[in-house]
């Protein structure tokens, strides 16, 4: 019998909240006729057997390196019939009820492409589930202040939403799509290694006169990269950086490229100063600080070397892959929840 809905899960070093991911899935999901796959990014910690031994139903797909999110995830897109499609980070824990109320929100809203729950800490505390599609303002601009200034046009967690809002674009831990989007706008762009690639889709799909929504009654856990987010803390911000260039180049137009390209590292020059002299006037010993006065740092000498390949957390996994390495980074390293 055909399935209704394909769940697809990248993978890349995160064995036991795979397995933990999983174990909820089959618990929660029910009265949906579902496949499950699990496309692994050549990891080395026993992603693999775990999934072939304990989930053999799941249809697992090995890949010879890691390859990143987008690029993984069409692999399977490109070959799979369901009407509709959950993307689904690793670490994340579904709770009853939430997927089958994004697919019945996706079945009465044929003018809705994409969906989100409602992503909560280990604590129950609110995630962003939720952004505003990059923009000048977003990015030269205070973000929270913005939020706090215009909560219309900038909506955020802060706010306390009982029904289903429409908005700019979801963030990427769990969504649900209707298969035909990807035929109609295209997959993922394989460009983005890491962050921005499902804004990029949503910006296409809203161009396409799709719409996109959160559902704030649905809600998973969503855990998070954890600590291996604060070792990363330059890499993943220079990765950032290299999506955002890639995304306002070809989206936004010359102008406004350019505009990014001079405005957002005289914005970080300015940071890196005021960091620097908060740190010194602290003698480095308030960790906070010091470790966003590092991470300004790299961020900078990755601009003034002229944004090479080589750095960030595409560099990284190259440099491992080549020296076959298991990364320290982890599955947050192919995509950390935002």
């Known amino acids: 019998m055909k399935k209704e809905l394909s769940i697809i899960l990248v993978n890349w070093n995160t064995r036991d909240l795979l397995k933990e991911c999983l174990k909820s899935l089959y618990k929660t999901v029910k009265n949906v006729s579902f496949e499950v796959y699990v496309a692994d990014n050549a990891s080395t910690d026993g992603s693999v057997d775990m999934t072939r031994e304990d989930f053999p139903e799941v249809r697992l797909i090995e890949n010879e390196e890691n390859i990143g999110f987008g690029r993984a995830n069409n692999r399977v897109l490109r070959d799979i019939e369901t009407p509709y499609v959950f993307l689904l980070n690793t670490d994340t824990i579904l709770l009853d009820g939430s997927v089958e109320g994004m697919l019945s929100f996706l079945k009465a809203n044929p003018g809705v492409a994409i969906v989100s729950p409602q992503y909560l800490n280990a604590d129950g505390t609110k995630q962003n589930s939720f952004t ?17 200034l215009f909560p219309r046009s900038y909506p955020s967690k802060r706010q306390d939403y009982s029904e289903p809002l429409e908005v700019e674009s979801v963030v990427g831990a769990a969504m649900m799509l209707r298969q035909e989007v990807f035929r109609r706008v295209g997959f993922f ?23 996109c929504y959160f559902l704030p009654r649905l809600e998973i856990y969503h855990l998070g990269g ?83 390949e080589d750095m960030g957390i595409l560099g990284r996994v190259r440099r491992e892959q080549r020296g076959g390495a298991k990364s320290a980074l982890g599955g947050w390293a192919l995509k950390e929840g935002r």
């Open 226 to 308: 954890g600590g291996t987010k604060k070792k990363a803390r330059g890499d993943s911000t220079i990765e950032y950086y290299r999506s955002l260039y890639k995304f306002f180049r070809k989206n936004r137009g010359g102008p406004a490229y350019w505009a990014l390209r001079v405005l957002k590292p005289s914005k970080l020059l300015v940071n890196l100063i005021f960091s620097a002299m908060a740190t010194v006037a602290t003698l480095f010993l308030h960790e906070g600080l010091r470790g966003r006065f590092l991470t300004y740092l790299k961020v900078m000498e990755w601009h003034l070397r002229g944004c090479p």
């Open 189 to 211: 762009d394989e460009d983005y290694f890491l962050y921005l690639d499902e804004s990029d889709l949503c910006f296409r799909l809203r161009k396409a006169g799709w719409k």
């Open 132 to 148: 505003n599609l990059p923009s000048l303002a977003t990015e030269l601009l205070n973000k929270s202040l913005l939020k706090m």
